[in-house]
């Protein structure tokens, strides 16, 4: 692309880079809590708001910003504000944004603590929450109320990776003067934008393909300047739970490789879906990628590939489910996902643990469901380490 529109993949290396006085090629980190004024006039104007610039590293912080601005590029955003971990930025969302009395329509695929920050804790605060199946959209417009102000969902979804209609959910949340919400941890702007589908407000999990090897915690909020760069930003600066500088720039090199990364998993896990389907005792694959998947032509749409992620079920319930993940040897058995390691997690016991066998069978968590986090591991390793565990 041309020098003023640059590419995403140009903007994912060089995007928010404000080189010093040193002329470093690589971005700096700034290791500072506070900035100082050159004389007590000068502090006076920057606590004021008169003159521009940094005051303390809870405001602002220059590897911090350059961050924002790449994330914010990538996204397609006026704004982007970085916070201490996904949930930070999930709940710095509503904090920002939210009143008591207010009310939220939610997915009820979605994460396991953006559920128990909804219901636990908002809910202490007077704000309400609905939660609707993911694709039923006569049930998300049922849910609205007047007090309503958010619709969130995220998509894909884990473990199943149902896919959520984008643009029909943020037609159906201005229609009813609320914003639509999207948690885009799994695709990454580098597979799916959501404000250019009509979604108002893009909260990440830094933690995931971000950081793209599991090294770091952190999480980001993108959208207009207003929302974000006032309301949300304002309960930040005040309320505290910012990024530190340190996790800031290894998410910035992280963006460098994001979409080269995205590729590979999404390639490997592709590969890996149409094998675990053709082998025996597994009962069924969910990869947005396969053509039967329910919402695969609605993921060709949204999507510019199908992810990393993919969850099995095998007919031997939870048995053949751990003997499989304690038979591999390549896969990490561990929750997180979106790193260079594959991941190997049982979520009826583990992620989904917490809910009723009734909840269970209501989310569609059978005791014999496995999800994998494909990896940037050769992808014939993958396959053979998962033979290993089908054959135990
Ligand atoms: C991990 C995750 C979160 C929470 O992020 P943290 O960085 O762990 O706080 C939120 N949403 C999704 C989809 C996640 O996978």
């Given at each position: 692309?041309s020098?003023?529109?640059?590419?995403?993949?140009?903007?994912?290396?060089?995007?928010?880079?404000?080189?010093?006085?040193?002329?470093?090629h690589?971005?700096?980190?700034?290791?500072?809590?506070s900035?100082?004024?050159?004389s007590?006039?000068e502090?006076?104007?920057?606590?004021?708001?008169?003159?521009?610039?940094?005051?303390?590293?809870?405001?602002?912080?220059?590897?911090?910003?350059?961050?924002?601005?790449?994330?914010?590029?990538?996204?397609?955003?006026?704004?982007?504000?970085?916070?201490?971990?996904?949930m930070?930025?999930?709940?710095?969302?509503c904090?920002?944004?939210?009143?008591?009395?207010?009310?939220?329509?939610?997915?009820?695929?979605?994460?396991?603590?953006?559920?128990?920050?909804?219901?636990?804790?908002?809910?202490?605060?007077?704000?309400?929450?609905?939660?609707?199946?993911?694709?039923?959209?006569?049930?998300?417009?049922?849910?609205i109320?007047?007090?309503?102000?958010?619709?969130?969902?995220?998509?894909?979804?884990?473990?199943?990776?149902?896919?959520?209609?984008?643009?029909?959910?943020?037609?159906?949340?201005?229609?009813?003067?609320?914003?639509?919400?999207?948690?885009?941890?799994?695709?990454?702007?580098?597979?799916?934008?959501?404000?250019?589908?009509?979604?108002?407000?893009?909260?990440?999990?830094?933690?995931?393909?971000?950081?793209?090897?599991?090294?770091?915690?952190?999480?980001?909020?993108?959208?207009?300047?207003?929302r974000?760069?006032?309301?949300?930003?304002?309960?930040?600066?005040?309320?505290?739970?910012?990024?530190?500088?340190?996790?800031?720039?290894?998410?910035?090199?992280?963006?460098?490789?994001?979409?080269?990364?995205?590729?590979?998993?999404?390639?490997?896990?592709?590969?890996?879906?149409?094998?675990?389907?053709?082998?025996?005792?597994?009962?069924?694959?969910?990869?947005?990628?396969?053509?039967?998947?329910?919402?695969?032509?609605?993921?060709?749409?949204?999507?510019?590939?199908y992810?990393?992620i993919?969850?099995?079920?095998?007919?031997g319930?939870?048995?053949?489910?751990?003997?499989?993940?304690?038979?591999?040897?390549?896969?990490?058995?561990?929750?997180?996902?979106?790193?260079?390691?594959?991941?190997?997690?049982?979520?009826?016991?583990?992620?989904h643990?917490?809910?009723?066998?009734?909840?269970?069978?209501?989310?569609?968590?059978?005791?014999?469901?496995?999800?994998?986090?494909?990896?940037?591991e050769?992808?014939?390793?993958?396959?053979?380490?998962?033979?290993?565990?089908?054959?135990?």
């Amino acid at each position: 692309m041309s020098d003023d529109h640059p590419g995403f993949d140009t903007r994912a290396v060089r995007a928010g880079q404000h080189r010093t006085a040193e002329q470093e090629h690589s971005e700096p980190i700034f290791p500072t809590s506070s900035y100082v004024f050159g004389s007590a006039a000068e502090a006076a104007a920057r606590f004021s708001g008169e003159q521009p610039g940094n005051i303390y590293s809870r405001f602002t912080n220059p590897t911090v910003r350059t961050f924002e601005e790449r994330l914010a590029s990538l996204e397609g955003g006026e704004r982007c504000v970085a916070t201490a971990s996904g949930m930070a930025a999930i709940y710095a969302t509503c904090a920002g944004l939210l009143a008591g009395g207010d009310h939220i329509v939610s997915s009820r695929s979605i994460f396991g603590s953006t559920t128990l920050l909804f219901t636990n804790f908002l809910g202490k605060f007077g704000i309400g929450t609905s939660f609707v199946p993911q694709n039923d959209l006569a049930a998300w417009e049922a849910s609205i109320r007047p007090q309503t102000r958010l619709l969130f969902l995220e998509t894909p979804s884990n473990p199943l990776t149902e896919v959520a209609d984008i643009r029909a959910l943020a037609e159906l949340a201005h229609r009813h003067d609320c914003l639509l919400v999207v948690d885009n941890c799994f695709c990454t702007p580098a597979l799916q934008q959501p404000l250019a589908l009509g979604a108002d407000i893009v909260v990440h999990s830094a933690t995931k393909y971000i950081d793209g090897q599991g090294r770091c915690v952190g999480g980001a909020v993108v959208g207009d300047a207003g929302r974000v760069g006032q309301e949300i930003y304002g309960f930040l600066r005040t309320c505290g739970p910012t990024m530190s500088p340190f996790n800031a720039w290894v998410f910035l090199k992280g963006l460098e490789t994001l979409s080269l990364r995205m590729r590979a998993h999404s390639a490997s896990a592709a590969a890996l879906a149409r094998w675990l389907r053709e082998q025996p005792g597994v009962q069924r694959v969910y990869y947005p990628g396969l053509e039967d998947h329910p919402q695969h032509e609605l993921a060709s749409r949204q999507q510019s590939d199908y992810g990393g992620i993919l969850s099995f079920e095998l007919a031997g319930g939870r048995e053949a489910a751990w003997r499989l993940i304690d038979a591999t040897r390549v896969c990490s058995i561990t929750a997180n996902l979106g790193d260079a390691k594959t991941t190997i997690t049982h979520p009826a016991t583990t992620t989904h643990g917490r809910l009723t066998p009734e909840q269970r069978a209501e989310a569609g968590i059978a005791d014999g469901l496995v999800r994998v986090a494909v990896g940037l591991e050769d992808v014939d390793d993958l396959r053979a380490d998962l033979a290993r565990g089908l054959d135990a």
